[in-house]
């Protein structure tokens, strides 16, 4: 490598002198005493992967000693490649980026655990040919777990959330990304299921390898077994060659079984099966083949209920969930929504281009107003209508889909704090009029929240109806 004219101030007995950097480097013990200085882990290999060098802090960070790993290749010392198979040096046909950054899980020689930023960097000869990578790394577990438990973690593994419930499944995913049992991911529809099998992959040892996901109910019966086992020419009308099914695809990696409560009662026989021996027969065929797969799996159902009314297996059940994850519905992480509205709308600017409209103080409270029975999802649907509806102006309850603007909550009438005018609403908006609502509104100084209360509804029912009714702003 080239190394720039850099230089150190070295002290002498009587005097002081400059001293080129090419010049200190060239002694590798001088070398050597830089890098082991250094608070980052570092890893180089050549070409053939093979490690020619190893600091302290690598050492300390991965338990791993230079005896361990120097002259070996780098999959071989640790047993899995070290990288999790990102850095895309380990492809048959490797594109080398000059620089790349990410987070990776590693396993320390003891077995535990550690969170890692990683920074993957190739090396070049002096004709400018790659001789090389070397990889910085430093270890963040501990701030990871600080940010947790002080709720500052605002997104992790591309799922948006700071909510505690939502914190309690970031520290679930770094839990179990060194394992390969199997996970069951359970959660209404919208919450985010098949975004956490993701991160269970991506974070964890076979983040290199194939993520394969399938819904289990989005296909007929007589296609289900073809489609998980594969088949072999012949095997049915229509199969004209063989074909992998998705365990070989997967193999090395994850599969992503979703909806698993609807597959049927043969079905779960032959998936069990699969799970205790870890190999199967391609419909049609005679050969077993043994795959190696990480079993992410997903409902919306309660799958417990599932086997207490006959209609899953119990013995399936307990080899699926094994490390379960529970997903909590949006209504139950209400204070996520501003959050995941923010997300959506700078997605949007990224994908589009241009400025998106900000949301109003009055559509906030609709959003944090509304129940939410599509959680995540439907607030992502929501937050899309109402940037096309907005046309670049201020999104307003306007903006919104019908279906929330239109919500009426159900909540008991609230005692008033100052004496109700005849005839003025206590109940929901279907019984305020425009003249209780303007008498109140000139009692409380135009403050909408306690005009609100005195009305008996939510800021959010007081917003929309104002909407309707802008005369009736002070």
Wanted: hydrophobic content about 35%; aromatic content about 8%.
């Amino acid at each position: 490598m080239q190394l720039h004219s850099w230089y150190f101030a070295v002290p002498r007995r009587e005097e002081t002198a400059a001293v080129p950097l090419d010049q200190i480097t060239a002694n590798r013990t001088n070398l050597e005493r830089i890098l082991d200085n250094l608070k980052e882990g570092i890893i180089a290999h050549d070409m053939q992967r093979r490690i020619f060098f190893f600091n302290t802090e690598a050492e300390r960070i991965t338990g791993f000693s230079r005896q361990d790993v120097l002259g070996k290749d780098c999959h071989e010392a640790f047993g899995v490649p070290f990288c999790g198979e990102k850095c895309s040096f380990c492809d048959p046909h490797p594109v080398l980026p000059d620089h790349c950054e990410y987070p990776i899980t590693i396993s320390r020689r003891d077995g535990e655990t550690r969170r890692v930023e990683m920074s993957v960097t190739t090396m070049s000869g002096d004709d400018g040919r790659i001789i090389g990578v070397v990889a910085c790394f430093r270890d963040v577990t501990d701030i990871l777990a600080l940010q947790i438990q002080a709720h500052k973690l605002t997104s992790f593994a591309n799922i948006v959330g700071r909510d505690v419930k939502m914190l309690n499944v970031f520290q679930q995913i770094i839990d179990v990304a060194a394992y390969d049992y199997p996970v069951h991911i359970c959660g209404e529809t919208g919450t985010g299921k098949e975004l956490v099998a993701t991160a269970l992959h991506t974070e964890s040892r076979r983040a290199g390898a194939p993520f394969v996901p399938i819904n289990c109910g989005a296909l007929p019966e007589n296609l289900i077994e073809s489609e998980l086992f594969g088949h072999v020419k012949g095997a049915f009308s229509g199969a004209v060659r063989d074909k992998k099914g998705r365990f070989e695809l997967a193999h090395g990696g994850s599969i992503f079984l979703d909806e698993i409560a609807e597959l049927s009662k043969p079905m779960q026989v032959k998936l069990l099966r699969f799970l205790q021996e870890g190999r199967f027969v391609r419909v049609g065929g005679e050969k077993e083949i043994s795959v190696t797969v990480k079993i992410i799996s997903a409902t919306n159902k309660d799958l417990k209920t599932e086997v207490e009314q006959g209609r899953f297996r119990d013995d399936l059940y307990y080899r699926l969930n094994v490390i379960p994850i529970h997903l909590p519905p949006l209504r139950e992480r209400k204070n996520d929504i501003p959050l995941l509205v923010d997300h959506f709308l700078a997605e949007a600017r990224e994908r589009y281009g241009h400025k998106t409209p900000y949301v109003t103080r009055e559509t906030l409270a609709v959003l944090m107003d509304y129940h939410w029975p599509g959680n995540v999802r439907e607030l992502q649907n929501a937050i899309q209508f109402a940037i096309v509806k907005s046309g670049g102006r201020p999104i307003t309850p306007r903006a919104l889909p019908l279906e929330l603007v239109n919500y009426q909550p159900a909540r008991f009438p609230r005692p008033s704090r100052s004496p109700q005018p005849r005839g003025s609403s206590v109940g929901p908006w279907r019984k305020l009029t425009p003249d209780s609502v303007a008498r109140t509104l000139k009692e409380t100084g135009g403050n909408k929240s306690r005009a609100a209360r005195i009305l008996g509804v939510g800021r959010a029912t007081l917003y929309r109806f104002l909407g309707e009714h802008p005369e009736l702003l002070p």
